[in-house]
């Protein structure tokens, strides 16, 4: 399977869960190949092409080194690209200094309660 579209590769890579997602991403302008250049939904993925994709949570550099079409189990998604060192790198720290300053009451829906409004007001010292 060759041609596979980027939006469906990104799918089926896992990097997206559904494949409309991945499609506002490219346009969005946060799927573009390495250099900067950016791309439409309708390309075709390419073996060897680098893309850095921003999914909102993460940033990855990549590398293409399989093609496929079909959404498969994590550990076989694994297989289609291959993530640069420095990408690597840089998601390690993010996830290092998360542990270490997690951001106060991220988890918070909706209005604040009284006891988070005191929660925080101990946090910043007001």
Excluded: C
Excluded at 51 to 65: K, P, Q, T
Excluded at 90 to 104: Q, S, T, V, W
């Amino acid at each position: 399977m060759s041609d596979v579209r980027i939006d469906k590769w990104l799918w089926a890579a896992r990097f997206f869960k559904t494949r409309q997602l991945a499609i506002d991403a490219i346009d969005k302008g946060k799927v573009k190949l390495l250099n900067g250049e950016r791309i439409k939904p309708s390309r075709n993925a390419k073996l060897g092409e680098r893309l850095h994709i921003d999914n909102g949570a993460d940033e990855w550099d990549v590398l293409i080194v399989g093609i496929s079409g079909k959404r498969e189990g994590a550990p076989i998604a694994r297989l289609l690209y291959e993530e640069s060192e420095e990408s690597l790198a840089r998601r390690a720290a993010l996830i290092e200094r998360k542990k270490l300053f997690p951001e106060p009451f991220a988890d918070a829906k909706g209005r604040p309660t009284k006891r988070d409004r005191r929660q925080w007001q101990r946090a910043t010292g007001e």
